[in-house]
């Protein structure tokens, strides 16, 4: 099969992106230069503006690529099994933890780790931010109003309401785990996430 010229920049395009997602999560979106960047991505220098207007631009489409992802493999965690919806949602969670506890995952939280540093520099990466958050609590709301609905679960309050405020409770723990360098705010996370959803927790 030949590849054209518009797959190969397609195909290298996407290369930058995914080697750029694991070095921002490691040192932050100010800090690492394009040149670091294309050097590990083995993309030859003086082409990033081939594929990219500017570093904010990139900056965006990083975000864009990372929600993408992100959303995708939701997708797979909370709809495509015949589990109760409720342990899908707790499993989702513990993975949350697991791989914000582990330094070499690809599926750290970008949101976390550029929230603070973005949103004063980039009026379009705010805003990526914000559009692929509120995906995110979609489709978590969705698998909480299923549980709902299921009686698997009693709240207080709807469903967008509840997911609103374990996310929002997620994210924070996953930043102050940054802080201790260790799990006990994600821990935290989730018995008081089991405790919003109404279900029992060991002390």
């Known amino acids: 099969m030949i590849q054209t010229n518009k797959t190969r920049s397609t195909d290298t395009r996407q290369q930058i992106l995914t080697t750029a997602q ?17 050097k590990a991505a083995n993309v030859p220098k003086g082409s ?12 965006n489409a990083l975000l864009e690529h990372y929600f993408a992802q992100y959303v995708t493999t939701l997708d797979s965690q909370l709809t ?15 993975q949350w933890k697991t791989n914000q506890c582990d330094d070499t995952s690809m599926d750290r939280c970008l949101v976390v780790k550029l929230s603070g540093e973005v949103t ?3 009026e379009a990466m ?6 692929g958050t509120q995906q995110v609590i979609e489709r978590l709301s969705l698998c909480v109003q299923e549980a709902i609905d299921n009686h698997e679960i009693n709240v207080d309050s709807d469903a967008k309401t509840v997911t609103e405020e374990i996310y929002y409770l997620w994210v ?11 799990p006990a705010a994600l821990e ?3 018995k008081a996430t089991q405790n ?5 927790t060991d002390n």
């Open 188 to 190: 935290r996370a989730m």
């Open 196 to 200: 919003k959803l109404g279900l029992a």
């Open 22 to 38: 694991q070095i921002i999560l490691g040192k932050g979106f100010s800090a690492v230069g394009l040149n670091e960047i294309l």
């Open 120 to 122: 004063d520099l980039s």
């Open 126 to 131: 705010r805003l990526t931010l914000k559009q």
């Open 48 to 59: 990033f503006y081939h594929y990219f207007e500017s570093k904010e631009q990139f900056g």
């Open 172 to 182: 924070g723990a996953t930043l102050m785990t940054k802080v201790n360098h260790t």
């Open 80 to 94: 495509s099994n015949k589990r109760p919806a409720v342990d899908r949602l707790l499993a989702f969670f513990e």
